[in-house]
């Protein structure tokens, strides 16, 4: 079954505790990406990657980071949280072409307190 | 202006109600056009997908786009209750990989 996994599904932390969403998918998409959903805001993208060591900066990257050693893995980095960091995140994948489908992950909720 | 542009609602129809749905947008440059389905507290899914103008049916479901008007419409024929959760429509330029989305529409269905 086509999947895109990640953890936690939910956490609330403190500011400035660093924290980790993982994601990993198992269809051998090349691309992989990260949004954030917010109330009147909808999804907006944070980064994307195109393939393994590429990585580049969506429209709210500041204060993400990303890595991608591994086709299948997209981990989130949060070095120092803070409360407007409060979310919905998704990653996402997909084929790495125009028009093929982009799946979702099942979200993680993140409060910063 | 946002890119696309979506009533986020909410809306609230009686079931087997035939249910429109509706984005604009400003960037002629878009060329795919998307409708995903979005439950309380899941991912969302695609439901619907249109490369170009034109018309697309699957079932109960029927996606529009009329780029002369930078319009798309997703229409629900005998709506269901099942049907409830947020409506995003998304959007992709040719080459892109990045989706630019609505910000959803809330529908409810009520039996």
């Known amino acids: 079954e086509a999947q895109v996994t990640q953890n936690p599904r939910y956490l609330i932390t403190v500011t400035g505790k660093k924290l980790t969403v993982t994601c990993s998918q198992n269809?051998?998409?090349?691309?992989m990406s990260w949004y954030r959903q917010d109330p009147g805001l909808g999804l907006r993208q944070i980064y994307y990657?195109?393939?393994?060591?590429?990585?580049d900066k969506g429209d709210v990257p500041e204060g993400y980071k990303v890595s991608r050693k591994e086709k299948r893995n997209f981990p989130l980095i949060l070095e120092s949280p803070s409360p407007n960091q409060t979310s919905l995140y998704f990653c996402?994948?997909?084929?790495?072409?125009?028009?093929?489908?982009?799946?979702f992950g099942e979200g993680s909720w993140l409060t910063v307190v | 202006q946002k890119e696309v542009e979506q009533d986020p609602g909410p809306l609230s129809v009686p079931e087997g109600a035939i249910v429109s749905l509706n984005c604009t947008y400003s960037?002629?440059?878009?060329?795919?056009f998307m409708w995903y389905r979005q439950y309380s507290r899941k991912g969302p899914e695609l439901l619907m997908y249109t490369y170009s103008s034109g018309n697309k049916e699957d079932g109960r479901f029927t996606a529009q786009v009329d780029k002369s008007s930078k319009y798309i419409s997703l229409f629900i024929r005998d709506s269901q209750p099942s049907d409830s959760a947020t409506y995003l429509c998304?959007?992709?330029?040719?080459?892109?990989?990045?989706?630019?989305f609505g910000q959803g529409t809330r529908l409810t269905i009520n039996p």
């Open positions: 998304a959007m992709q330029s040719q080459g892109a990989q990045k989706l630019v």
């Open positions: 996402a994948s997909s084929g790495g072409r125009a028009g093929n489908t982009i799946y």
């Open positions: 960037n002629s440059a878009f060329q795919y």
């Open positions: 269809m051998n998409h090349e691309y």
């Open positions: 990657s195109m393939n393994v060591e590429v990585t």
